[in-house]
Structures are given as structure tokens and as C-alpha cells.
């Protein structure tokens, strides 16, 4: 749980207020000067009303060099970020031909992959040769090639579920798979802090939507026996059916979801359980399988598991894992699939040659070293940085590491300060977080190696005592032991 | 002492004067009084009493049953009666069916189970797939993030379109489907045509907006629609008032005539957005879409969306307009912050067919050809009549009536499952025919049984497209043919001949 001081959440509420007041002040003159003005849309409505851009006008303009950076290189462990230049004070940024090489902490590249890689990348050129860039049309259309059909079973096998269904986008599988599945007169707990993507899907769908506490499965329970209880609301009708969604691990905190007290927790009462899996896939777990690995939970107590492959195979599209009727089911109903064209046939060859390595199917022992690299370079990361004394958010085991910052103007500083030493971090501000949580997200991936870890955990602290981060108190190094050392030579 | 002897007396003094208070007010002057003959005495003081007991029983509060929260043992039960539905409906044989499946590039001529055919279920409507300036391509990287090659490709579109600006969405049905949310909330008033495709209509749906459809092209139901809107929300200023079109209609084909629209909208204060997917690349001299086809100025379109899945023989989706519509949408519009960028490679295989297109205008004329021959070759057609215009690429034949009964749909299934089992032939034509079921699954099996025993047959490569049980469209099933500038004459011919063979022999049963 994040716990803000409160030296700091005054000041980060005073920051806002300030922010707020002068960019109201901006806007009063702006109007005038509007005014005087006549543009050629009188009689419509403006396309932004108020309030509404005001956060992007007045708040996110100022910073807007932190956001959005342009690379000019593969994200791999080191990346060429190109250099952006604003003549009227951050409103428009010009990129320049000027391009500096720094070490990369915010890409989802858990395993390596986004590079050139010595097994997949010929695969994918061949595949573009054979099938081309893509096959314009759907899955049901004139869509699906071999290359589909093998690597939705190439999935299934990975993930430990009879069948999987594989569409060109993360977003799309959730957003068109929930509406599918529960209609009006469904339920749908999902946990407060699930991704927009989980959001946009349930409220797509026209059932009724539950939250619970992030992560907590007795608040779970509760919500579970008092909605069979009520029913329905105003007609208080049983429900048809209870889905409950939640996340492998959150990639705004970092935390692992304590999926056996909440698998237990369905069985119960009798809810289905939706898994998605987007960053724990093939980063956690002892053979890579996800959070059902890492936590001991059978796969086949899980109804639906969904995934992305754009974190850990370096590829993109999603996939949803089931029963055989299921998959069936959803082929024959879900708009991704009858409306959507097909996944790219070299990202799906990227997508089965990844998945061969991290199995050691392709007779080396790459994949095996991959997972075992990342774990060790998570868990180092993290106690170092804890020991330095950042507030850093997340279990053991996950790759993703968010470093509080709280107050607005720290995020462009942090960010400003960390990419002239050639540390590229990502920072996240509202609307992805709350709006006095800001955090620095910190991506481990298998491709750092451990002196550019050193470097980085330098940098870090460099920047974070400039800053003023480092709430917590740092860990006193060890003097006696060097005294000692020194009285004995 | 004197304490002891003050406080009892202080007291007596205290009840004397009450009691000298009471008196007086008991024997105030007009409670002796007489009123109407009658003698007010001390009764007053009752009857002021009477009155304090009526309003305090007002102001007691009504009767209510108390409230009994369900006990955990009550709640037990309920949640050990409660029996779910099962997570999906059990599953037909329809579901069961397998896809073809293509061996090869979809490009104009495919293979399928080991034959060679060709195709016209991709819309790959400029041939531009397998072009060798799309497969060299230098990133092969799949994985990416804001790399400059998007950005690149965002103003490549933006010049080629003669807008401001554009903004790059890394999936085709996901681009509509956030940029309407993005500007649209609740209160803001839509109106759209009852044709469009899914994307549209969720997102349509997750705006929470006021919605009024019209009748599928029809610009006499637009106007009046537009004027009935216009009329019940004469106050509303600030109300946002949109249309929403499709250039090349997903579902039937038709094109809409958008100068009609732009008078329409100047009227009556609305802004366009327009879907351009299966237009963009084909319609207009250059190939600039809907709005070249019609010289209308593209800045008089306050949105246009866009599909790279068809002419451009990539992948993703795009949005063009002014600045302030694109800036908008990098921080409002979900599909965008919260998902992945497009893979590299597809962002420059995008570049690399606008070069194309740009350097060989002849694909447009090509491929208007090719429609048009189509289209009129299969004007005869018996059974099936043609819905698309004449000029586009998606060519769509619905059924001109229902088979009747629902009995004579089955026979008919029977004896098209009887035939199903006749030789293949080896190379033939295989017009990709989608069919779009509607009425219930009798239709559905028919068509799909249809589509089965023209490949047997003839090689035909059928395939039918479903409509999802989320889909709200009620436009009648229909055929559709992709038609491509790659395909030779002798190919359309073959087509139009084996269509009209297959539903010659169906419809007269």
C-alpha cells in the first residue's frame, strides 16, 4: 500500500493548486484574445469543451519533453533516443538529426526479444518473404494461414490450456471478448486498479459492474455475498452470471495479484474467473508460464486466461486460452475475430520462434538463462534501490519497479535530470495514475547486464538526492567492517 | 448557618411566585370573558394544553417496519442456491466448422489444401501485397514503442490526405472505436447510419451519447432526421452535434454521397466523421478517397478514420484532421495511450505503398475497371441481385428474396450436403464469396452449405462472414467479392461464370 507523507501530499496538493490557478488565469486572457479573434466555426460547438483539455493544454503541455520520446534504434538494454527541440516554450517539440545513446529502463522488453535475435529474427524475414506483411482480410474471411492455426496451438500448449484463440491486438481481446461473454444481466467484479483496456470491455458490455479493493480477497467475498444476495439491482432477479477480472501483475504497482485465496474464493461462489495476464506472461514463473506457475494455481481452475505479446515475446497481438467449446465459441461470436484482420503473419512467427526459445525448443539453453536472468536482475534492482531509500512499490519476482514521486514538478525534473546522464526512465502521471501518485515505472528486462545495472542504480541516486525522492531512510553502509579491514593491513 | 436556613427559604420564596404566576395567569381578565353568549373560564389552559398534545403527535414520525439485514446464515443460503449460467451456450455443429486455411501469401492468387486458386476474400484491393518495396523492408523489429518511423509515417499520411495532421493507431477496428469516445460525451447528439460496422457502433456505445440513426443512405431520412434533431434542441449551445458515415459502406458496399452530406451539414451546424477504410487509396483520381471522388475540400471533414488493412496491404488504423483533433487524441483517446505502438515494419511497409500509389495512379484506373466489369457481369445473376455501387471495389450481392419456408430451407440443405461430396477440379476460379447470414440459422447453414459445395463443385473458395451477436446491423445477408487491380480479365470472367452457374443450378430447385 502506498502511504503518502503528509509534509508531501500538502505540498503536492499546493503544487496542483497553483498549476490550476494559473492556468485558469491563462485561459480568462486566452478567451479575450479569442474573442477579438473570429474563427470560420461560428455556430458549432467547440470540439473541446471547458474543461476538458485543460489538463493537456495548461498541465501536460509544460512537460511535454518527458512524454512521447522518439527512438531511432530496436529497445533493447541500450537505445538511440532522438533529441527534440521547442521554439515556443514545450507547445510544438521539433525533432532534431541529433541522436544520444542511452540506457533503456522503460521498455517492456522482459526477455530480451525486442532486439535482433539470432534464432527468431531470420524466421520473421523468411515468413514476410512467404506471406507478406499481412493478409488483409479477417479470420474468416481469407485470413487465417497455416502460420495462424500453428501458433494458436503453439499458445494453448504454452499457456496449459486445451485451446487459444489469437488476435492482433491486446486492447481489442479484452474490449471485444467481455461483450461477448457477459450481456445485460451479468455481473462483473474486476479490481480497482485494472487496466482501461478491462474498463472499456465491461462497460461495453452492458452488464453490471462491481469493484473491489485492489487485491484484497476478503473484500472480494464480501462484494461476491452480498451481490448473489441482492440480485440484480431494482428487479433483484438472480444473476445470469459472475465474472470476476483481475491481473496477472499491475503494471502501475508492480504487485503479483494473490490469485489462490481468489481462485478459491470463485469456486465458492460459483464465479468465473478471468485471468489477464499481459506482464506476467513469460516473465514470471519458473518455466516463463505466468503467475499460475509462480503461485502454484492449476491452470484449469482458471476459466479464461488472456494475454498480450507485446511485453515478453517482443511482438504484438493477444490471445485468449480456454476450454476447446469455449475457443469454439468465441471464434464463431467475437468481433476481433469476424471483423478485425488477422495477426501479421512475422509478429506470429516472432511470436511461436520466442516461445521455441524460452521452451529450449530450438536446442540451446537461451531461454532457460533468459528467465533466470530476469528474475535475478528484478530482485537486485529492487533491494537496491530499497536500501537507497526510494519508495518502491511491487512484490519480489515482478520486473516492474515504480518509484514514487508524488510531486508534480519532480516528474519533469526526474526525467529532465535522468536523460542528460543518458538514462532514459518513463514517467506516469494522470490520467494513468492518481492524480497525486506519480511514479518514475522502472522495466527490468533479461538484456541488462549487471554493470549497466550498477550504472543505472548510480544515476539514480544521483538524480533522486538532487531531487528529494528518497522518503524512506537509506540503509547505513557498513563502516566498522572497513575500519576493521583497514587496522588489520 | 445562614446557608442552611437561606436555601429552603429561597425555595419557598420560588414556589410562592410560581404559584402567584399561575394564579394570575388563571384569572387574567379575559379568561373570564364571554364570547357568544358562552363564559370562557379556565378552560383555555386546557384546551392550550389539548393543543400542545396534537402537535406533538404530529410530529411523531410514521409507522415503518424495521429493517432486518439478511443474517450470514440467510446469505449462505442464498449463495448455495444460486446457480450460474453456464459460461458459454452449448455448442452447435455451425460453431464447429473449420476455416480454410491458405497456404501462401493472400495475395490474388492463393493456395488452398495443396490448390492453386485465385482469390478475392482479401482486400487487397491495389494488389500492393507481396510488392517488393513492401518486403524490404530495413526494421524488421516487432516490438517497438514511439519510434520515429511512426512519426514518419504520420506525416507521410497527412500529406498525402492534404491535412494538418494525423495520428497513427496500431490496430484498424480499434481506431474508430476510440477516436468517437475521445470527442463525443454524454449529451452530445449522433446521428449515424443504421449500416455501420461494429467498431463504430461500440464505440458509439462506450460515448454514452444521444444516438439517432438514419436510413442506410438515404439522404431524404438524413434531413429530416437533421431537422427533427435540430428542432428539439433549439436551446442546447452547447450540445455537440456530429454525422457519422462510412465512405465505402463494410455492410452493402453503397458509397455515400458526401457532397449531399456537406450541404446538409453547413445547414444545420453539425460536424462529419468519416470512416474512409475501403476507400481510401481506391475512390478519387489519385486515389485520395472519398473526398477527391467528390471535390469537396478535405478540410471540410472534421474527422476522417481510416484502416491501413485494405488498399495499403498493412496493418493498423489512422486518424487525420486539425491539430487540435489529433493533439486531443494523444493523451484522450484510450486506444492510444493504453495499448502498444504498431510494429515498425508495418508502419514503413505503409510509407512504402503511399510512395507507390503515388507513383502509379494506373492501380486506381485498374482496379475501377476490374469493379466495374464485375458489377456488370454479374448483373444477370439469378437469385441474387447487386447492392454495391457500381464504382466500388467491394462488390455485394443480397438475395433478392427469402428461400420462403422454413421446410424448403432444409431440403434444400439436404441436397446441397448430397452434392457437397463431388469431385474437385484442379485449377479453377475461386471468387472469395462472402456470405453474410442473417436470418437465423436455417439462412446461416443454407449459405454456409452454399459456400461448401462451390468449392467441391467448382473450386470455388466460398467464405462466409458471420455477423457477431454484438452486432447491431440489420442490413440484408449478402455475397461479397474483393476485387483488386491484380486480377487479369480472364480471372472477373471466370468469376462472373462460375457465380452464375452455381446460383443458376441452386435457385431453381
Known amino acids: 500500500m502506498i502511504t503518502i507523507p503528509y509534509l508531501t501530499a500538502l505540498t503536492t496538493y499546493f503544487s496542483y493548486g497553483l498549476l490550476f490557478a494559473f492556468g485558469q488565469l491563462r485561459d480568462f486572457f486566452r478567451k479575450f484574445i479569442d474573442w477579438w479573434k473570429a474563427s470560420n466555426l461560428q455556430g458549432y460547438a467547440p470540439i473541446c469543451l471547458g474543461l476538458e483539455d485543460f489538463y493537456i493544454r495548461r498541465l501536460y503541455l509544460r512537460i511535454q519533453d518527458c512524454f512521447g520520446r522518439p527512438i531511432s534504434s530496436p529497445p533493447d538494454a541500450w537505445f538511440d533516443v532522438v533529441e527534440r527541440v521547442s521554439n515556443d516554450n514545450n507547445k510544438t517539440l521539433k525533432r532534431t538529426t541529433k541522436v544520444s545513446r542511452c540506457l533503456n529502463l522503460g521498455s517492456y522488453n522482459y526477455l530480451g526479444f525486442a532486439a535482433a535475435d539470432e534464432y527468431c529474427t531470420p524466421r520473421v524475414t523468411e515468413t514476410l518473404q512467404r506471406y507478406s506483411a499481412s493478409t488483409c482480410s479477417t479470420r474468416v474471411e481469407g485470413g487465417s494461414t497455416a502460420l495462424h492455426v500453428e501458433l494458436e496451438q503453439v499458445v494453448a500448449d504454452f499457456v496449459g490450456k486445451p485451446a487459444a484463440m489469437v488476435t492482433g491486438m491486446g486492447y481489442v481481446t479484452n474490449s471485444a471478448i467481455l461483450p461477448v461473454l457477459v450481456r445485460h444481466g451479468g455481473l462483473i467484479i474486476s479490481d480497482s486498479l485494472n487496466h482501461n483496456s478491462i474498463v472499456n470491455g465491461a462497460r461495453g458490455s452492458g452488464a453490471t459492474i462491481r469493484v473491489f479493493q485492489h487485491n484484497t480477497p476478503s473484500h472480494l467475498e464480501r462484494v461476491l455475498r452480498e451481490q448473489i444476495a441482492e440480485g440484480q439491482p431494482r428487479t433483484h432477479r438472480p444473476w445470469k452470471k459472475i465474472i470476476v477480472v483481475v491481473e496477472g501483475i499491475y503494471s502501475m504497482e508492480g504487485e503479483l495479484c494473490k490469485l489462490p485465496e481468489i481462485v478459491s474464493i470463485c469456486k465458492k461462489y460459483k464465479a468465473y474467473v478471468y485471468l489477464d495476464e499481459a506482464h506476467s506472461i513469460g516473465a514470471v514463473g519458473k518455466t516463463g508460464r505466468g503467475v499460475c506457475e509462480l503461485l502454484g494455481v492449476d491452470t484449469a481452475d482458471v476459466d479464461i486466461m488472456m494475454g498480450t505479446f507485446t511485453k515478453s515475446f517482443g511482438s504484438c497481438g493477444g490471445y485468449i486460452a480456454g476450454s476447446k467449446e469455449l475457443i469454439q465459441y468465441l471464434k464463431y461470436t467475437c468481433p476481433a475475430h469476424l471483423y478485425a484482420t488477422s495477426i501479421s503473419p512475422p509478429a506470429a512467427q516472432q511470436i511461436i520462434s520466442a516461445i521455441k526459445v524460452i521452451l529450449g525448443e530450438d536446442g540451446s539453453s537461451r531461454g532457460a538463462q533468459k528467465l533466470a536472468q530476469i528474475r535475478e536482475n528484478s530482485n537486485y534492482f529492487r533491494s537496491e534501490l530499497q536500501k537507497m531509500g526510494f519508495e518502491v512499490l511491487g512484490d519480489n519476482d515482478s520486473p516492474v519497479m515504480p518509484i514514487m514521486l508524488y510531486n508534480p514538478a519532480k516528474i519533469p525534473a526526474f526525467s529532465r535530470e535522468c536523460l542528460k546522464q543518458n538514462v532514459a526512465v518513463v514517467t506516469v502521471a494522470f490520467p494513468a495514475t492518481p492524480l497525486l501518485l506519480a511514479r518514475a515505472r522502472i522495466c527490468i528486462s533479461a538484456a541488462h547486464s549487471r554493470e549497466d545495472m550498477v550504472k543505472a542504480l548510480e544515476v539514480i541516486s544521483r538524480v533522486g538526492d538532487m531531487v528529494g525522492i528518497k522518503y524512506f531512510p537509506a540503509e547505513p553502509k557498513k563502516p566498522e567492517l572497513e575500519e576493521g579491514r583497514k587496522k588489520s593491513e | ?509
Open chain 2, 1 to 509: 448557618m445562614d446557608l442552611a436556613n437561606y436555601v429552603p427559604s429561597a425555595f419557598t420564596s420560588l414556589l410562592k411566585n410560581a404559584t402567584e404566576l399561575i394564579t394570575f395567569a388563571y384569572d387574567v381578565p379575559f379568561a373570564r370573558a364571554v364570547v357568544f353568549g358562552v363564559h370562557i373560564g379556565g378552560h383555555l389552559f386546557v384546551e392550550g394544553l389539548l393543543l400542545v398534545v396534537i402537535i406533538f403527535l404530529l410530529s411523531q414520525k410514521s409507522y415503518k417496519p424495521p429493517k432486518r439485514p439478511l443474517t450470514k446464515k440467510e446469505i449462505d443460503e442464498l449463495c448455495d442456491e444460486w446457480v450460474p449460467e453456464s459460461l458459454i451456450p452449448p455448442v452447435t455443429e455451425e460453431m464447429k466448422r473449420e476455416v480454410p486455411v491458405l497456404l501462401s501469401a493472400a495475395g490474388p492468387h492463393t493456395i488452398i489444401n495443396g490448390k492453386k486458386v485465385v482469390n478475392f476474400a482479401s482486400a487487397n484491393y491495389l494488389g500492393l501485397m507481396g510488392h517488393e518495396k513492401l518486403l524490404q523492408l530495413h526494421n524488421l523489429l516487432p516490438l517497438s514503442f514511439h519510434v520515429d518511423v511512426h512519426l514518419d509515417c504520420e506525416t507521410r499520411i497527412a500529406e498525402f490526405l492534404g491535412t494538418p495532421d494525423s495520428i497513427l493507431y496500431s490496430y484498424g477496428l480499434s481506431t474508430m472505436f476510440s477516436a468517437i469516445p475521445a470527442f463525443c460525451k454524454k449529451g452530445d447528439i449522433i446521428v449515424v447510419d443504421e449500416g455501420v460496422h461494429w467498431g463504430i457502433q461500440n464505440g458509439l456505445y462506450l460515448s454514452r451519447s444521444t444516438i439517432v440513426y438514419f436510413k442506410h443512405n438515404d439522404m431524404q431520412s438524413l434531413r429530416s432526421t437533421l431537422e427533427k434533431v435540430t428542432q428539439d434542441n433549439k436551446r442546447a449551445k452547447k450540445l455537440r452535434r456530429y454525422i457519422v458515415v462510412e465512405a465505402v459502406y463494410q455492410n452493402s458496399g453503397q458509397i455515400a454521397p458526401l457532397d449531399e452530406i456537406i450541404q446538409l451539414k453547413e445547414k444545420y451546424k453539425f460536424r462529419v466523421l468519416l470512416d474512409e477504410s475501403n476507400s481510401f487509396g481506391v475512390l478519387g483520381k489519385s486515389g485520395r478517397g472519398l473526398t477527391e471522388h467528390f471535390h469537396v475540400p478535405v478540410d471540410k471533414i472534421d474527422i476522417i478514420t481510416a484502416s491501413m488493412g485494405h488498399a495499403l496491404a498493412s496493418e493498423g488504423g489512422f486518424c487525420t484532421g486539425s491539430h487540435r483533433v489529433v493533439d486531443h487524441q494523444r493523451l484522450s483517446s484510450s486506444g492510444y495511450v493504453f495499448s502498444a505502438s504498431l510494429p515498425p515494419y508495418l508502419a514503413s511497409a505503409a510509407i512504402a505503398a503511399i510512395d507507390v500509389i503515388e507513383e502509379n495512379p494506373q492501380l486506381i484506373t485498374m482496379l475501377r475497371d476490374n469493379s466495374k466489369i464485375l458489377s456488370t457481369g454479374l448483373l444477370g445473376i439469378q437469385g441474387l441481385e447487386l447492392a454495391s455501387d457500381i464504382m466500388s471495389p467491394l462488390v455485394f450481392l443480397r438475395l433478392k428474396k427469402s428461400t420462403g419456408s422454413l421446410k424448403s430451407d432444409l431440403q434444400l440443405l439436404e441436397d446441397l450436403a448430397d452434392r457437397g461430396k463431388c469431385q474437385t477440379f484442379d485449377l479453377k476460379v475461386l471468387p472469395a464469396v462472402c456470405i453474410v447470414g442473417l436470418y437465423g440459422t436455417t439462412h446461416k447453414r443454407f449459405l454456409k452449405m452454399m459456400q461448401l459445395q462451390v468449392l467441391k463443385e467448382h473450386s470455388v473458395f466460398v467464405t462466409t462472414s458471420k455477423r457477431s451477436i454484438v452486432d447491431k446491423c440489420n442490413l440484408p445477408v449478402g455475397i461479397r467479392i474483393y476485387v483488386s487491380a491484380a486480377h487479369t480479365e480472364s480471372d472477373l470472367q471466370k468469376a462472373c461464370e462460375s457465380l452464375k452457374t452455381v446460383a443458376a443450378s441452386l435457385f431453381t430447385d
